[in-house]
């Protein structure tokens, strides 16, 4: 059984940087980190699990590259809606859907037409900072 934890963005780049060769999930990387029992065979499970996030996502519009893991989030209605940028998609916590766009994710969430760079979708720094998606654009 899977368990879904939530994490930094740093944190998960600190995992993947410690993987080793043959180690293509998280769990993989922190078996061998943790000294735990190989994993069971993944082809039985129900529900397996897209793990290859080699590319993050990217807005050729704004000029704007989101690293592989990098979180973004938004309050919407007193609810925080995080979402990953994963393999040139926008994934969606919550639910697990995917996005093409910015937009789309926007329009999963809020009612109506919205300027996604108006400061609604936030990230944090590595300071710990909470800032504007908008502070990365060119």
Not at 8 to 16: C, E, G, L, N, P
Not at 19 to 30: F, K, V, Y
Request: aromatic fraction near 10%; glycine fraction near 6%.
């Amino acid at each position: 059984m899977n368990r879904t934890i939530p994490i930094s963005t740093d944190v998960f780049a600190a995992i993947w940087s410690h993987r080793q060769e043959g180690e293509e999930t998280e769990d993989a990387i922190l078996r061998r980190i943790f000294k735990c029992q190989p994993a069971p065979d993944t082809a039985t499970q129900d529900t397996p699990q897209a793990t290859d996030i080699s590319e993050g996502f990217v807005d050729r519009r704004n000029n704007v590259t989101f690293p592989p893991g990098f979180t973004i989030f938004r309050t919407y209605k007193r609810k925080q809606y995080n979402a990953v940028a994963e393999n040139g998609m926008w994934h969606r916590t919550d639910t697990g859907q995917t996005y093409d766009t910015l937009n789309q994710l926007n329009a999963s969430i809020a009612a109506g037409n919205e300027n996604v760079w108006n400061g609604n979708w936030k990230f944090q720094d590595s300071d710990g900072t909470i800032k504007s998606i908008a502070a990365l654009r060119d």
